[in-house]
């Protein structure tokens, strides 16, 4: 039996170039490459809208500001692979299918700025899974249609909020006191849910139905540009259930 032919001295050199390169390459997001099916800039942004994933993508730059997932079919947002990306800024999981998310989902995003959650099968949202976005300034979650219960305090940490829409879920009841006492907020979606007005939820049918509450203490120049509470909800509110 003959031996294979030596590796010749030049493939040899190549593939030492070829180590040494990888060997002395600097940073860790550099390495990390983009994950499949997603494009990445170099402005950090990582695009994998619309391209049917079924599991959060791997392999994402751990410096990564802002990650889009839209429009695909994820049903899960893994904390221990979501807490990696601490730079992240922006978030957007509309349209995927999202039935949980959990006190540790978003534990290390401290600078996160814009969360987008809507269009999931989102069932309820407890007590800290917001808790740790210190940073978080627009929160949207809306059309989620089997979405039936928020908890009280859900939002009661986000000092930064200033814009949160929970329009088109299944929510009967939300403690609206912890929101007026949020210091930032100035524009609350709720129009399109079965809102169930009686005396304990005063508070919240006065928001459903008079247009700007919040915002009375304002100065003009200053409501101009606020946007307005939807209040689309309070032509047909559900007193009875
Ligand atoms: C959700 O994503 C699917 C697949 O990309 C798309 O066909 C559909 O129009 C999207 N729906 C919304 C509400 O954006
Ligand atoms: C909305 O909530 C009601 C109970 O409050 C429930 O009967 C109904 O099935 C829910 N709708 C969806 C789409 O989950
Ligand atoms: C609503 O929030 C306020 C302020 O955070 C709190 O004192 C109150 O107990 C909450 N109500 C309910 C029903 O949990």
């Known amino acids: 039996m003959r031996l294979l032919p030596e590796p010749s001295a030049q493939s040899l050199r190549l ?9 002395v390459t600097p940073s860790p997001a550099l390495t990390a490459g983009c994950p499949d099916r997603c494009v990445c ?16 993508p791997n392999d994402l730059p751990l410096a990564t500001r802002q990650l889009i997932i839209s429009n695909n079919r994820i049903g899960d947002l893994p904390a221990l692979q979501l ?4 730079d992240l800024v922006y978030l957007d999981c ?7 998310i959990s006190e540790s989902t978003f534990g290390n995003l401290r600078k996160l700025a814009y969360l987008d959650l ?30 039936g219960e928020v908890h009280p305090d859900a939002f009661a940490e986000n000092m930064a909020l200033q ?52 915002f009375q ?4 120049s200053e409501t101009e540009r606020l946007h307005t509470v939807e209040h689309s909800a309070a032509r047909e509110p559900n007193t009875s259930s």
């Open 15 to 23: 593939l030492f170039l070829f180590l040494f390169v990888m060997g």
């Open 41 to 56: 800039d170099d402005q950090l942004v990582v695009q994998c809208a619309g391209q049917e994933l079924t599991a959060f």
């Open 83 to 86: 807490n990696y990306l601490s």
């Open 94 to 100: 509309s349209n995927n299918s999202l039935t949980e």
């Open 118 to 147: 809507s269009f999931n099968t989102l069932l309820q949202v407890e007590d800290r899974t917001f808790g740790p976005l210190a940073s978080l300034v627009m929160l949207r979650l809306t059309d989620n249609p089997s979405l």
């Open 163 to 214: 814009v949160l829409d929970v329009s088109r879920n299944n929510l009967t009841a939300l403690n609206i006191s912890s929101l007026i006492a949020l210091p930032a907020l100035r524009s609350l979606g709720l129009s399109g849910n079965p809102w169930s007005c009686d005396c304990d939820t005063e508070d919240l049918c006065l928001w459903v139905q008079i247009e700007g509450f919040k």
């Open 217 to 220: 203490a304002l100065k003009s």
